[in-house]
């Protein structure tokens, strides 16, 4: 079932604590209605957890998000050296029922090692221990950005591939002096590093780091051709390899001849 958080109520953070379960606990550890919700992040292991008789198996990286006053529960034990993190949420007029003014996320949601929402997870937790200032509308700004950030991963899970092969396309073209990590990529479209290295070979044939490095081998060909004359430092420069050396090295392995080769052939040609 779905959980529904209307942020223009302030939410208050009534408990935060991360867990380590070193030996698998009892099958039924937990069984409780809370009048909080309840945010639940699985850094390690496994476990499941029941919320009105639907069950959700957990791994790493998944997130689960109980609403207030519906029971949930466990009926089988967690693997060893399972650790996670839990916050409970104040639970505010127009937070379980549908509305324009209220966001809704699913249940479970797999966040692919997002890193921001794995670090607001954690920067809960710290903040509820801590005795800084402004505590209370520290958590409320964190417990607000978690939320947002987990839309974000929700709506890009959903989106079409093609779109997110398209627009990773269009930023290694639009912005060809730059050479992007996979990390970064993947974090930018809130997926997993393995799921957009699946969309892209799907929409392209090639995994993320092929793709873009056969573009800029194939932008760097073409504008030495143009111009023969342009010094190999430049061109690296240009098209994002780190130095004319790495730009020759690329360039052999892909086209069986060094950029000096190339450029040769395209003066010749042009003669």
């Not at 997926?191 to 290295?197: A, G, H, L, P, R």
């Amino acid at each position: 079932m779905p959980i529904h958080l209307n942020l223009s109520a302030p939410h208050q953070v009534v408990a935060a604590k991360s867990h380590y379960y070193k030996q698998p606990t009892e099958p039924l550890y937990l069984n409780r209605t809370l009048q909080f919700h309840n945010f639940i992040y699985l850094r390690d292991g496994q476990w499941m957890v029941t919320e009105s008789d639907t069950d959700y198996f957990l791994e790493k990286d998944d997130v689960l998000l109980l609403s207030a006053g519906h029971r949930h529960y466990t009926r089988l034990p967690c693997a060893p050296h399972t650790r996670t993190m839990c916050v409970h949420i104040s639970c505010e007029q127009g937070d379980l029922t549908p509305s324009p003014a209220a966001i809704t996320l699913p249940t479970h949601l797999n966040i692919g090692g997002h890193a921001k929402v794995r670090n607001y997870f954690e920067n809960i937790v710290s903040t509820f221990w801590s005795n800084q200032k402004y505590k209370k509308e520290r958590l409320a700004a964190y417990f607000n950005l978690l939320v947002l950030e987990l839309l974000d991963v929700y709506q890009n899970a959903s989106r079409p591939e093609p779109d997110i092969a398209n627009e990773i396309v269009q930023l290694i073209n639009g912005t060809p002096h730059k050479r992007f990590t996979a990390k970064e990529i993947a974090a930018r479209f809130s997926v997993s590093i393995k799921t957009m290295n699946a969309i892209m070979l799907r929409s392209t044939g090639k995994s993320f780091a092929k793709y873009q490095s056969d573009r800029k081998l194939e932008m760097a060909a073409s504008q030495m051709k143009v111009d023969p004359a342009v010094k190999l430092s430049e061109i690296a420069s240009m098209f994002g390899f780190y130095d004319e050396f790495h730009l020759s090295r690329s360039f052999k392995q892909k086209y069986g001849f060094s950029p000096t080769q190339y450029k040769s052939f395209a003066h010749n040609d042009g003669e």
